[in-house]
């Protein structure tokens, strides 16, 4: 077709801005627009970004029509507002995509079980009017017979579609009730996160962890562990007091000039020539892809089809029209960056509150078990709040029988989260080697990262002490001024932490062991 400037128009161009509207659309959920038949496409592709949007930043869904009936719209909002769902989902994608497509699997399967009742409700509510219309017609006292068959008005039909759909939903929701909208194992995630909030207050919402909503983190029962040793704490405010105290200042205090070496980057650029079907500068062949302006005739002519359209929607959602391959030259610039020492002068600062790294040895053998195990986890939870809190990293050395040393590096992201779980919910037993571990974590603090940091030993105090581990503990206290805090978890206080431990803090002094 030519129009009256000259330009073609082509049909392809206006099929690609037609549907212009799923670039907008996440991935995952163009399944669910493209099937969904309740209004337009454009209508269902806007109302799936802008619910999307709202749950990000912590509001309400109220944009969810057409994908839904406004009935079912109200109480799906009244749910999220109703549970504080929508403060999980603020700035969490991973939260919000989640819970956004259960909610789409909740339309799908109400809309299901709504659509056969609206149906017959229909068909009842029309038959109804016709024969009130037929009754009307046979009490007329004109004398004309009807010839004309009875029929409704599209007026008519709208209105009984609209009464119906309103009844059946209205009947559909107060049986299924507002709360059972979402899936059960939302209550639980919601029971943990308030579990969870109450412990780490100071750290702000669980939910901006990150955790993988799919791997089963909330089956897990550490999370009781973790409420009921963080009650536990709070009655030991000296175990608190010593964990803050623990890791050397960052920089001595002092006013005079010093010299200190730093690292300078300096940036060098690289290009790099890639062939990528990103750019569209020749055709290669035929594949399989998304693209309207590359796809075949034969594709197009699908759309001509009421049926086969549906068919060329779910191939475009599924990446595979059959299309034209096309490949182009791309050029990279890389930058490489190369660090050199430089000498810099800087003035000492009269305090410093900025702490150390810790490092933990923990004793985890039989005769730990009761109230010292509980002691000893309750000790590694206050480290984690006190590093997350004081951005401090926090190492952990769990050790029993001789070569069974397990680490944990303390960390509030998913994968230091599960190792915190599961050490939490593990059991005490085995003997007791605490010259692997001690020596492990002098290493460590011999590292450039971690050079700052004091050790931690969390002990009932029976194991042997060598005199080669003593001398090493004594050298780095004098020369380094690495300290190594010892809390004696039993009545004795003549055993072997007073040897490598200095200063020593004795559990039975701050709470009597038998209450």
């Not at 943990?192 to 207050?201: D, I, K, P, R, S």
Request: with cysteine; charged share 25%.
């Amino acid at each position: 077709m030519i129009r009256e400037t000259g330009q073609v128009s082509s049909p392809l161009l206006n099929l690609d801005s037609q549907f212009t509207c799923l670039d907008n659309v996440p991935e995952k959920f163009l399944p669910a627009v493209i099937t969904n038949t309740n209004g337009e496409l454009v209508e269902r592709c806007e109302s799936l970004v802008n619910s999307r949007n709202e749950l990000l930043v912590g509001g309400n869904l109220t944009s969810l029509s057409p994908l839904a009936p406004q009935l079912l719209t109200e109480a799906i909002g009244k749910v999220i507002q109703e549970t504080g769902l929508s403060r999980y989902c603020a700035q969490s994608e991973e939260v919000t995509d989640v819970l956004l497509s259960d909610i789409l699997t909740a339309i799908d399967k109400l809309q299901s079980k709504a659509t056969p009742l609206i149906t017959d409700l229909i068909k009842k509510l029309e038959d109804e009017a016709l024969n009130q219309i037929k009754q009307a017609l046979e009490k007329r006292k004109d004398k004309h017979k009807q010839t004309k068959p009875i029929s409704l008005t599209r007026i008519q039909q709208t209105k009984i579609a609209e009464t119906a759909s309103e009844e059946i939903w209205q009947q559909l929701l107060s049986e299924q009730g507002t709360v059972d909208i979402l899936p059960d194992v939302w209550k639980e995630r919601l029971a943990v996160w308030a579990q969870l909030e109450e412990v780490f207050t100071e750290l702000g919402l669980i939910t901006g962890l990150g955790f993988d909503l799919s791997k089963g983190v909330f089956q897990s029962h550490g999370w009781l562990d973790i409420v009921r040793l963080n009650k536990l704490v709070k009655k030991l405010p000296n175990l608190r007091n010593l964990i803050q105290d623990l890791g050397r200042d960052e920089q001595a205090e002092g006013s005079e000039l010093g010299e200190i070496v730093i690292k300078m980057s300096v940036a060098s650029r690289h290009e790099k020539y890639i062939a990528t079907p990103l750019i569209p500068m020749e055709t290669k062949g035929i594949t399989r892809s998304d693209s309207i302006s590359r796809m075949l005739p034969q594709e197009a002519s699908l759309l001509t089809n009421p049926v086969l359209k549906k068919l060329w929607h779910a191939k475009r959602a599924e990446h595979a029209l059959v299309s034209y391959s096309v490949e182009g030259t791309e050029v990279l610039e890389t930058k490489e960056q190369l660090e050199q020492d430089s000498i810099k002068e800087t003035q000492g600062q009269a305090e410093n509150k900025n702490r150390g790294p810790m490092v933990i040895c923990l004793d985890t053998s039989g005769s730990m078990r009761g109230l010292p195990e509980n002691i000893a986890k309750a000790t590694v939870l206050e480290c984690l709040k006190m590093a997350y809190k004081e951005k401090r990293r926090c190492y952990v050395y769990l050790f029993g029988n001789k070569k069974e040393v397990s680490e944990l590096d303390l960390t509030l992201d998913t994968s230091g989260f599960n190792d915190l779980l599961n050490f939490l919910t593990m059991s005490f037993g085995g003997g007791t080697d605490a010259e692997e571990p001690l020596n492990k974590a002098l290493e460590k603090c011999d590292s450039e990262e971690w050079y700052k940091a004091d050790i931690l030993l969390v002990s009932d105090g029976e194991f042997p002490v060598s005199s080669g581990l003593s001398r090493k503990i004594s050298n780095r206290r004098e020369k380094q001024g690495l300290q190594v805090h010892g809390i004696q978890i039993g009545n004795s206080h003549y055993t072997s932490m007073n040897k490598i431990c200095d200063p020593i803090h004795y559990f039975s002094e701050w709470v009597d062991l038998k209450n």
